[in-house]
């Protein structure tokens, strides 16, 4: 192989040396080896691509980093915009019925929610249920957000004592 030098400057031989330093950067984006071993050749066919870009008296292997996060930030975007699977909602046309285990606690989880204080059951619906921020929950109930922390948190204690202790009579 020769040492061949593109249009803009590096050679050949520098950019193989810098591949060690841009698998171990790919292996910050990617845990799998071929998804690494696939960054790092789309890197490499990036900057060779355009290495008319690149101007020599700067740092070669920081603008090879800089095509990596650039390529895995695009890729990433993407693929959360695309989705996946089926076009329509699968969950709306198959219907099965809850085995009876998971219906039997859910009544075991709607008996220990009722026998929460009132203050803990209106915390839990509003930020577990609901899905609200504690600031909106806090702010709802008239309250400082550390206390409808406290709340929430006492009362997934509670309901875990009371569900376990309701397992073990159960058996």
Not at 119 to 128: C, G, K, P, R, S
Not at 150 to 171: E, F, G, H, T
């Amino acid at each position: 192989m020769h040492d061949c030098e593109h249009e803009t400057g590096f050679t050949d031989a520098e950019l193989l040396k810098h591949i060690p330093a841009v698998r171990q950067f790919a292996r910050r984006f990617h845990a799998a080896p071929t998804d690494v071993d696939d960054l790092v050749q789309e890197t490499l066919t990036k900057a060779i691509a355009n290495s008319a870009k690149f101007r020599r008296g700067t740092q070669l292997r920081s603008w090879l980093f800089t095509i990596m996060r650039n390529s895995f930030c695009s890729k990433y975007s993407l693929a959360k915009r695309e989705s996946v699977g089926l076009a329509e909602d699968s969950a709306a046309w198959i219907i099965i019925q809850p085995s009876q285990e998971w219906s039997v606690r859910g009544r075991e989880l709607e008996k220990a929610v009722a026998a929460l204080p009132e203050h803990y059951q209106t915390a839990l619906e509003l930020i577990v249920v609901d899905g609200e921020t504690y600031e909106d929950a806090a702010h709802r109930c008239g309250c400082p957000v550390g206390t409808m922390k406290s709340r929430v948190n006492r009362a997934r204690l509670q309901l875990s004592k009371l569900l376990i202790a309701d397992a073990i009579s159960i058996d």
